[in-house]
């Protein structure tokens, strides 16, 4: 009868040598040690249900990815502090509600994702990049008409799921193009460019950048207004 041993390696409870013993004298036996140390093997981390899926069908689902592609857009307020110091703090919160209704309007109407608010801006995701510069330059002109400009940044790549939040290298590109921007200005980098290639999209190219701590040079472009 073909039989699958599994035995959590660091076990101090019932060693492995048991487990090893037990396969070794089962004819045709295959046998498994699982990282980690739980005598109940579901109680760890390991791929219990898994090796045993393996076994009986022979193949494996694979697990669910914490990573997917997504375009990040980052914003900012220009000058933020120097604007609350002189409206004080009830006018300053007052229009940050205006602004956090306002790219929220924009975001639904895009198709964007808010990931979470930044204090004086938003991290937000959207599933397309050519619908991301469309609702970035959607905010910055909406945001515009209530008195102040914003910057925004934009890259697309992998991003890793972090429960509520969002991690990775993409991010950490959008909040460095997002801090190259003039005020007023949508940046994107050449991924988003070559990605829309065929939109009605226009950009003006902005040269090439050294982004702190991403390897290389990255060469960005501001969308057209």
């Known amino acids: 009868m073909p039989t699958l041993v599994l035995h959590s390696r660091d076990n101090q409870f019932c060693r492995a040598g048991h487990g090893r013993y037990l396969a ?25 249900a898994g090796e045993i ?14 990573r997917l592609l997504a375009t990040v857009l980052l914003t900012d307020i220009v000058d933020s502090t120097e604007q609350a110091t002189a ?24 198709g ?13 995701t959207f599933d397309g990049p050519a619908r991301a510069v ?50 007023g200005e949508v940046l994107v980098s050449r ?3 070559d990605l829309v290639t065929g939109s009605e999209l226009r950009f003006n190219d902005r040269g090439e950048h050294v982004l702190k701590g991403v390897p290389g040079t990255w060469q960005l472009f501001a969308a057209e207004r």
């Open 87 to 110: 409206l004080g703090d009830r006018a300053w919160t007052n229009r940050l509600a205006l602004h956090d209704r306002t790219v929220d309007r924009q975001l639904a109407r895009f």
């Open 112 to 124: 964007g994702h808010l990931v979470k608010r930044t204090g004086d801006g938003v991290l937000a």
């Open 24 to 48: 070794d004298r089962i004819a045709g036996a295959r046998y498994v040690e699982l990282d980690g140390a739980d005598h109940v093997p579901w109680a760890g981390d390991a791929d219990f």
């Open 191 to 193: 991924t988003v460019t």
């Open 53 to 66: 899926e393996e076994f009986l069908t022979g193949t494996r689902q694979l697990a669910p990815s914490a």
């Open 134 to 183: 469309q609702g970035a330059t959607a905010i910055r002109d909406a945001i515009r008409q209530l008195g102040f400009d914003i910057r925004a940044g934009l890259h697309t790549g992998e991003i890793e799921l972090r429960g509520d939040d969002i991690g990775g290298m993409a991010v950490n590109i959008a909040a460095r193009v997002s801090a190259l921007a003039r005020p």
